[in-house]
């Protein structure tokens, strides 16, 4: 599959674009600055872009198979990046032919019965709270996907590790998985290059967790 994966700098995207190279995939990772993603492959390009700069991303779709949205933010303040970011992503999509649309959000605004105790009454009403601005604009990145009409699947995960890529997790659809607590990002990884065609977890939530 031809793979474009905006936000290929940041700790899942980087490691999507690694991990589709080895399943074989020709990978175009979309970057405000090239220089801060050091690999190279013969199936590999690396656009300049920004997912705020609908012009800048006109192009990068033309036959593209699947996208990825792995775009993140680190500041508290208000954003739309994710909303205005995904929006943009989704326009190219629909002029360029692309369906297929995986996007990262996260899971500590997803308060539901499968979260432990702690995790539901206090641990994430205080990291909601925190980051009230970042969940807003993921909220309204969920929304703005969900209407979208293109083939979607949005990858929620807990808390975000740094560990190895193991292969063995668990997945719930449209809830949490039942007392998780965090997931790696080459795990993250894994579950969204092997999930690029997948019709079975389109136009969902899909909780991926340890």
């Known amino acids: 599959m031809n ?7 940041g700790g899942i995207g980087r490691q ?7 399943s074989g995939h020709h990978v175009t990772a979309v970057v405000r600055y090239p220089r801060k993603l050091a690999l190279v492959d013969a199936r ?12 800048s991303i006109a192009s990068v779709l033309n036959g593209a198979d699947a996208v990825v949205s792995t775009i993140g933010i680190s ?12 929006r943009n992503i989704i326009a190219a999509m629909k002029a360029q032919g692309p369906r297929r649309l995986i996007s990262i959000s996260a899971a500590g605004f997803h308060i539901d019965k499968n979260d432990p105790v702690l ?3 206090a641990l994430k009403p205080l990291i909601s709270g925190i980051l009230k601005e970042h969940y807003a604009d993921l909220m309204r990145m969920e929304r703005i996907i969900a209407e979208s009409g293109v083939d979607w699947t949005v990858v929620v995960p807990p808390k975000l590790t740094d560990g190895p890529r193991t292969g063995h997790y668990r997945v ?3 809830e ?7 997931i790696s990002r080459a795990d993250i990884a894994d579950y969204v ?18």
């Open 75 to 86: 500041s508290l303040k208000p954003t739309t990046l994710y909303s205005d970011g995904t």
């Open 193 to 210: 290059v092997a999930h690029l065609p997948s019709p079975a977890v389109q136009s969902s939530l899909v909780y991926v967790a340890y």
């Open 3 to 9: 793979v474009v994966v905006f936000g290929a700098a």
């Open 16 to 22: 999507v674009v690694t991990q589709a190279l080895e």
């Open 172 to 174: 719930a659809i449209n």
């Open 176 to 182: 949490n998985v039942r007392n998780s607590w965090s």
């Open 44 to 55: 590999l390009v690396v656009a300049q872009g920004d997912v705020l700069d609908p012009p």
């Open 119 to 121: 995790m539901r009454y």
